[in-house]
């Protein structure tokens, strides 16, 4: 989300920034695609830029569970793929 977007989902909803994330986090779990641990997972984080970014959890079948990728990794790779310094 934009920073524009983000604050006005804070306004409309009259919510603060750490209770919007944890909305995300709840509404995007069910983007997780975990076939082995079925534990789907999201993260949510606002960068330095004042986007909001969300990342989810991602398991292969077929191979070990180290090989997944988790939802926090997937929201730094997110970031960082749009060009967010910090988060």
């Not at 919510?15 to 997780?32: N, P």
């Not at 004042?50 to 989810?56: A, E, I, K």
């Amino acid at each position: 989300l934009t920073p524009e977007e983000a604050g006005q989902l804070m306004k409309i909803a009259k919510i603060d920034e750490m209770e919007l994330l944890t909305a995300f986090t709840e509404h995007t779990s069910g983007l997780a695609l975990p076939p082995i641990s079925n534990f789907h997972v999201s993260a949510a984080a606002r960068g330095s830029s004042g986007r909001v970014y969300v990342g989810v959890n991602l398991e292969f079948e077929g191979l070990p569970l180290p090989f997944a990728l988790h939802a926090e990794q997937f929201l730094v790779i997110n970031a960082l793929q749009h060009g967010e310094e910090q988060l």
